[in-house]
């Protein structure tokens, strides 16, 4: 059974920090993707990554998968309160499925 | 392009009951998944199909079951239910592999008392 950690599991700061939360797993991902779910709603992916060492920009957040393909992390650049919700990591493991993280639940303060 | 859609949004049944909730999947896509989300953590695999056929499933004991249907929609089914089946009940589709991330429907809260 592939299993993912996410941490911190729970984070708050003020609006304007930058922070980064992490994806960690003892096996090799096929591929990586990071969700972000708000309260009542279904996960939106945020990004997709495949190749180890890749590095993907969106705004403020940037994603990097590691050489070996077996870590994540996401990194917020001054956070802003929109930024608030549960960021999960998703990785497939070569057998079409997705495997969660358990989330990393992030508060924005203003 | 339509997004996934899962109904009901909410659903209250009594332990024993059986329970079915549906899902129509984003146009294009041939691929839903079953997921189970307990408060505060993240989804758990439950099954997923593709043309109509299981094609995986994750360690939830027979009583959930489903189907997918020619035009790509997809019920879960939930025999005998129990406490612990409270949840929210998401479902995700996509096109053939996941490697490039699935869509997911608001979900079904579903509760057992």
């Known amino acids: 059974t592939q299993l993912l950690e996410q941490s911190p599991q729970f984070l708050s700061i003020q609006e304007g920090e930058n922070l980064t939360v992490y994806c960690n797993s003892s096996s090799v991902f096929s591929s990586l993707q990071w969700y972000r779910q708000e309260p009542g709603e279904g996960p939106v992916l945020l990004v997709t990554?495949?190749?180890?060492?890749e590095v993907k920009k969106l705004k403020r957040l940037t994603f990097q998968f590691g050489d070996a393909r077996k870590d994540s992390s996401l990194h917020i650049t001054a956070a802003q309160p929109g930024d608030t919700g549960l960021y999960l990591c998703a990785g497939n493991f070569g057998n079409e499925k997705l495997t969660f993280g358990t989330g990393t639940r992030l508060t924005i303060i203003p | 392009e339509t997004g996934v859609t899962q109904s009901p949004t909410h659903l209250i049944k009594t332990r024993g009951q059986q329970v079915t909730l549906r899902c129509s999947s984003q146009s294009g896509h041939n691929t839903v998944s079953w997921y189970q989300q307990a408060l505060g953590q993240g989804p758990q695999f439950i099954f997923q199909?593709?043309?109509?056929?299981?094609?995986g499933r994750g360690n939830f004991p027979p009583r959930f079951s489903g189907l997918q249907f020619p035009n790509y929609s997809s019920e879960l089914n939930v025999n005998a239910l129990e406490l612990d089946d409270s949840a929210l009940y998401l479902c995700a589709s996509s096109y053939g592999t996941a490697n490039y991330g699935y869509t997911f429907g608001s979900g079904t809260r579903l509760t057992v008392v």
């Open positions: 990554v495949v190749t180890g060492g």
């Open positions: 199909y593709y043309r109509e056929e299981e094609n």
